[in-house]
């Protein structure tokens, strides 16, 4: 699997103890969030309820986002999401009481008009790499969309899109979970993943510091979403619409995952504060260097 090019340069060892330890420097010694699982965003406000119903990696790095921006923002702000899809995010701020703006980016986008929205919204069809962005923005968030770009030059406008104390959160993969999501990341996903060794070094290059760092789901969550996403979703969705959806096909629409994955995840949750390692993801803040 290539890594994004131009800002990454090969890995040696000392290159990743150097990175390793560039990003220990970056991130504030106090925070004592440093690799470490946060169980703390479990906490927090504003979760998007309807987003916890999918696999374990989104149940957490859900919780995660909600974490970071509950923390971050508040009042007037204006948010960019790049990778916005569907423009789900705008009820997360809503749900945190926020006004100001809502950018979503995406090369299709497929968000609506919002109804009854306090908050400004401006949909953008554009690739990141030809995005030129028209203002400055308090937070940037790249929810499972960086995975997609190889090329890091692609973001580079990233640095001078922020405020001055403006923020950009990530949520990427590591590398060892391609046999997680089946056909995902040729079907809407991406490929391009980062080990917790190399943050520093890529985002550093575009002119970024990580200030925090969130890894998402230990070896539970990973082994339930391993099955979960590759077995027992697609052959208790299907038993379904065979059955209940041809006998009722009104209730055909229903997804019979929708509360077992959640229990799922929220079982993962508990066996991982056991089991904290081998993250799947994480969740990470970057300011500008
Ligand atoms: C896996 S989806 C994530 C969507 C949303 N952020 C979420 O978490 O539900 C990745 C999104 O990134 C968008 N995307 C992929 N490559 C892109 C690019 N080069 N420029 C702009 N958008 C891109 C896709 O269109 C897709 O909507």
Not at 192 to 202: H, K, Q, S, T
Request: net charge neutral; hydrophobic share 40%; glycine share 8%.
């Amino acid at each position: 699997m290539a890594p994004p090019n131009d800002v990454f340069i090969s890995m040696s060892d000392s290159t990743h103890s150097t990175s390793h330890q560039a990003l220990r420097e970056s991130i504030d010694g106090k925070s004592g969030l440093i690799g470490r699982f946060n169980f703390g965003i479990f906490k927090a406000r504003g979760v998007r309820q309807e987003r916890l119903h999918d696999t374990p990696y989104r149940f957490w790095s859900t919780y995660a986002i909600a974490y970071v921006f509950g923390r971050r923002l508040s009042g007037t702000v204006d948010v960019l999401d790049a990778g916005g899809c569907d423009g789900g995010t705008l009820k997360l701020l809503e749900n945190l009481s926020l006004s100001g703006t809502y950018t979503c980016l995406d090369l299709a986008p497929t968000m609506g008009p919002p109804a009854n929205s306090s908050i400004e919204v401006t949909v953008i069809q554009s690739s990141f790499a030809d995005f030129k962005p028209p203002r400055r923005y308090d937070a940037v968030l790249f929810e499972s969309s960086l995975e997609c770009v190889e090329n890091y030059q692609d973001v580079a406008w990233l640095r001078n899109s922020l405020n001055p104390k403006g923020f950009a959160v990530i949520t990427l993969a590591t590398r060892n979970t391609e046999y997680l999501w089946g056909d995902f990341p040729t079907k809407g996903g991406g490929r391009y993943y980062l080990d917790y060794e190399e943050i520093a070094l890529v985002f550093g290059a575009i002119g970024l510091k990580a200030v925090e760092f969130i890894p998402l789901v230990g070896v539970s969550g990973r082994l339930a979403n391993y099955l979960l996403h590759n077995y027992l979703c697609p052959i208790v969705r299907r038993v379904f619409k065979i059955t209940v959806g041809r006998l009722h096909p009104r209730l055909a629409q229903m997804d019979p995952m929708w509360w077992p994955n959640r229990l799922i995840s929220t079982a993962s949750v508990v066996l991982d504060r056991l089991l904290c390692f081998w993250p799947v993801g994480h969740c990470i803040v970057l300011e500008r260097a």
